[in-house]
């Protein structure tokens, strides 16, 4: 990412100032529980190192990463807050968790085990961990039956290691009326309950995700990690009305590479599935399905067509997306004629309309989160709002 003029005529901006935002209105929300901002796979596209700062400046107190290195590429970058990884990781990386400060996740004796070994091979004492409680996700987290087993095994390790936190995961909290939730929470306090009767009262607690955060005022606790909502998208369609403040910290933009006339009866793209009715004029955007733009986004039948923003207007994407090109119909812009170097929106706004990445994960029957994460390396990032200065460093 970086704040200087995009080299190719196909960019992202990203908006930090946009991310602190979400930031504070979380904070507000949750609290007194506090925010750590979930920054693992680049920050959902964003850039993890930009998305950690502009967060932590903005009041986060931690962050969460999904893999060792994603947790040593923040401490490479000068970032000194807490950053939990929030999975058990490959042995072998156990060394690097630790010296690099990260904050380790543990569900399995094995893993517990290894993770002391490798402390005092570095002479470390009290290395907090998260000891995390599958209560119904079902992809990973000891189950509630193992989790005096777990701490049990725990306590035979200290001085080394030292029980930091127990955390859940849940999976159903952007539908607040689906049953799910609350009975997850149950779940989670019996074994709550059942740690304070062993005498291993966790000193932390956090089970909400983006969506509980905002729907869930039970699963806030000692903090809620929040994901997809930092970056301005609503976690689903359930609880949009709660995500209402938020700003999308992502656009995806580009400029017309050619204008021509083409004829009715002709057609476009590869397959040509796609035929035009009448004379028009269509416009070529040089971004395709390898920077992220889904190769069928524009070839659904069943749904609604895909547009793009030229002059503040919708323009339909005719045509299947190709690999760093697609094609739009631009024929009803009359009287403003569509030139090479345009400005095209993809996702983001353009004077008063706007397309939400929300747009595209309808129609492709996805969520935004894939969208923004689709977004390749490809595409150069261009750092924009208040903070952009800090956030490029």
Known sequence: MTAARPHR?????????AIAHNVDVLRHTVAPASVWAVVKANGYGHGAVRAGRAALDAGADGLCVALVDEGVALRTAGIDAPILVLSEQPIDQLGDLLAYRLTPTAYTERYTRALA????ARDLVDVDVHLKVDTGM????????????????????APTLRLGAVFTHLAVADEPDHPATPE??????????????????????????SAAALAFPAARRSFVRAGIAVY????GHGVDELAAELHPAMSLRARVALVKPVAAGSHVSYGWRHRFEHDTTVAT???????GVPRRLGTLPDRPGADVLIHGRRCPIVGVVTMDQFVVDVGQLDGAPVEVGDEVVLIGS?????????????????????????????????????GAGDAAR
């Open 138 to 157: 079902q992809r990973v987290g000891v189950t509630p039956d193992g989790v005096a087993t777990l701490v049990a095994a725990l306590d035979g390790l």
């Open 350 to 386: 353009q004077d008063g309309e706007q397309i939400l990445a929300t747009e595209w994960a309808d129609r492709l029957g996805t969520i935004g989160y894939e969208i923004v994460c689709g977004i390749s390396e490809r595409v150069e990032r261009v750092v924009v709002g208040v």
């Open 9 to 17: 005529w196909a960019w992202a901006e990203i908006d930090v100032g």
């Open 184 to 209: 997850q929470l149950a779940v989670f306090d019996r074994v709550l309950d059942e740690m304070v009767a062993l005498g291993a009262e966790p000193p932390l607690v956090h089970a909400a995700n």
């Open 117 to 120: 070994d490798a402390a005092l």
């Open 285 to 291: 955007v040089p971004i395709g399905y390898a920077d």
């Open 232 to 235: 301005g998208i609503s976690p």
